[in-house]
């Protein structure tokens, strides 16, 4: 979640939060893309935790060859428990389908706080190279978030985000560690050059305790309470640390890359962002509904399956003076095996935000539908009341309004 200020009637600037679910790649350009705004404030910056798992052994080289064996749902989808199917699979395969670990195993919670301190030094390099200054930006988390976010995909489905800026000699020997069987030796290696990293990087910022990069959510909301402006919110992550900010301090307006239109182009039924805190994502939209707070919502299909998803050579030109960035990009989208071609989902949301103009718009009210499967889906209609917005994914418009995108997506990146 990142927070801006509003000014009534001025531009947004970014001193408030923003909520992001721990950064893969586009997450780190919804941050960056709050400096044309307003460079010298200062943008909190909320970080949601996702389960991970160091156990895990992920697919990998291996992905291909079990398609062909596997359904993809299969693949995807956390397991609740050890499936029988999977016994029947050859010996190297039926390893990958085991029970996913969560928050509730205690070696995982346990790797939490260090992935969450991994992920803000990850996100303080990335600023760096974009010449945002560190004053520019504080980090926030809240233990309590573990008990509320869950296993997003299955855990060898999952990137190794973790992994993205590491140099030469940590990458050698995190491809080392990836070569162990999954279990107590594949963490241990993964533990070991992730700390390398975070140790490195705690050096060069100047911090003799690693851990201090990262603030509590809760002195967040003590601060918020001592300002005399309303909140603003950009969301691209799920909604666990941005319910309680609503509840606690006033907010004008946010806007957030959730839910969906149809639903056609989800990974898992529901919107990611959905997916990963489903009671406070209904229980926000239920809270935002009843007060006079506007709401944004950009759905799945205005940043994938769409126009605004760019192509190879639109991509290079974005990019062509961010050339890390690009194979950041490019390795994500390679290692996910479920997108096909690069999706800016937050990015794209958090430029629309600012530059409404980039997307029609049409007012909404939210219900809930219980699927055949006996699952809550969240979902939108059109109204003519209501402080609920949903930009929509009008082809013809948004070919209008490619290049424009594009430019403004240049304009946040370093020249």
């Not at 064996?69 to 999977?86: G, S």
């Not at 989208?333 to 999706?343: H, Y």
């Amino acid at each position: 979640m990142v927070v801006g200020r509003s000014l009534r009637n001025t531009p947004m600037a970014t001193d408030g939060p923003t909520s992001a679910g721990c950064p893969v790649h586009d997450n780190v350009r919804v941050n960056g893309s709050g400096r044309e705004v307003d460079p010298s404030s200062v943008t909190p910056i909320v970080l949601s935790p996702r389960v991970l798992d160091l156990k895990a052994k992920r697919y990998g080289k291996d992905f291909n060859r079990i398609k062909d064996v596997v359904r993809i749902k299969r693949m995807v989808y956390p397991l609740t428990k050890d499936p029988e199917w999977a016994k029947h699979l050859n010996g190297d395969m039926w390893p990958y389908f085991s029970k996913d670990a969560d928050f509730s195993v205690p070696y995982v919670r346990q790797d939490a706080h260090m992935y969450m301190v991994l992920t803000a030094f990850r996100f303080a390099s990335f600023f760096e190279k974009q010449d945002i200054p560190r004053s520019n930006y504080d980090f926030y988390w809240t233990k309590s978030s573990l008990d509320k976010v869950i296993v997003g995909l299955h855990h060898p489905l999952h990137v190794p985000d973790y992994s993205y800026d590491f140099n030469a000699a940590e990458l050698d020997k995190y491809y080392a560690a990836e070569n162990e069987p999954a279990g107590d030796e594949h963490r241990k290696q993964l533990l070991a050059v992730c700390n390398e990293y975070i140790d490195r990087q705690a050096e060069y910022f100047g911090y003799e305790e690693p851990r201090t990069i990262l603030h509590d959510f809760s002195d967040l909301i003590k601060l918020k309470r001592e300002s005399e402006f309303s909140s603003s919110l950009t969301i691209g992550g799920p909604f666990t640390e941005a319910l309680e900010f609503v509840r606690e301090l006033p907010v004008s307006d946010v806007c957030a890359m959730v839910f969906y239109t149809e639903g056609k182009l989800n990974v898992v039924k529901r919107n990611f962002n959905d997916h990963l805190d489903h009671n406070s994502a209904k229980e926000f939209v239920q809270f935002v509904s009843d007060k006079p707070i506007k709401f944004t919502i950009v759905p799945t299909e205005c940043c994938k399956g769409c126009p605004f998803q760019l192509g190879q050579s639109e991509l290079k030109e974005v990019f062509q003076n961010s050339p890390s960035i690009m194979a950041m990009i490019e390795r994500f989208t390679r290692e996910t095996g479920t997108l096909r071609d690069i999706v800016l989902f937050d990015w794209v949301a958090a430029l629309v935000q600012l530059h409404s103009s980039l997307l029609p718009v049409r007012r909404v009210k939210w219900f809930l539908r219980v699927d055949d499967d006996g699952d809550e889906l969240i979902e939108f209609r059109d109204s003519n009341t209501g402080n609920m917005w949903m930009f929509v994914d009008d082809h013809e418009y948004m070919k209008d309004q490619k290049h424009q995108l594009m430019r403004l997506m240049k304009l946040t990146l370093k020249n």
